[in-house]
């Protein structure tokens, strides 16, 4: 699976901005896909994950309620919309994906994912 990340940008505090991450591969309906960002100088950080079908989410709590991950398994794509932006919200967002299909949970850890896109640079300013 190769992935390509896209829409980052620079945006105001408060704003919103949506990210996509776009899979090869004719299974992209068996691939959980989370979302991780690695801030400056920080290490990288579990953002949110959607598993396979869609029907189960988990978030980071420092994003719970400004941003929401969705997917779109007919054009293998997965997105993350996020408002409210905060300046320390400013890092490179990553996606990535595992196969796995569960609908009890969906994988959050960095070490759980196969594969990885190759980051989108969101910067928000105060």
């Known amino acids: 699976v190769q992935l390509q990340a896209s829409g980052g940008g620079l945006v105001q505090a408060g704003g919103s901005l949506r990210l996509s991450c776009a899979a090869s591969?004719?299974?992209?309906?068996?691939?959980?896909m989370g979302w991780f960002r690695q801030a400056p100088g920080k290490e990288r950080e579990f953002v949110t994950a959607i598993n396979s079908n869609g029907g189960r989410i988990d978030y980071a709590d420092v994003v719970k309620g400004r941003f929401t991950v969705s997917r779109d398994n007919t054009k293998n794509t997965v997105y993350l919309r996020m408002s409210d932006l905060r300046p320390e919200d400013t890092a490179v967002y990553y996606c990535?994906?595992?196969?796995?299909?569960?609908?009890?949970?969906?994988?959050?850890?960095?070490?759980?994912?196969?594969?990885w896109g190759q980051g989108t640079l969101v910067t928000v300013s105060s």
């Open positions: 990535a994906a595992r196969y796995y299909q569960s609908n009890y949970r969906v994988p959050t850890g960095q070490h759980e994912y196969d594969y």
């Open positions: 591969g004719r299974t992209f309906s068996a691939y959980a």
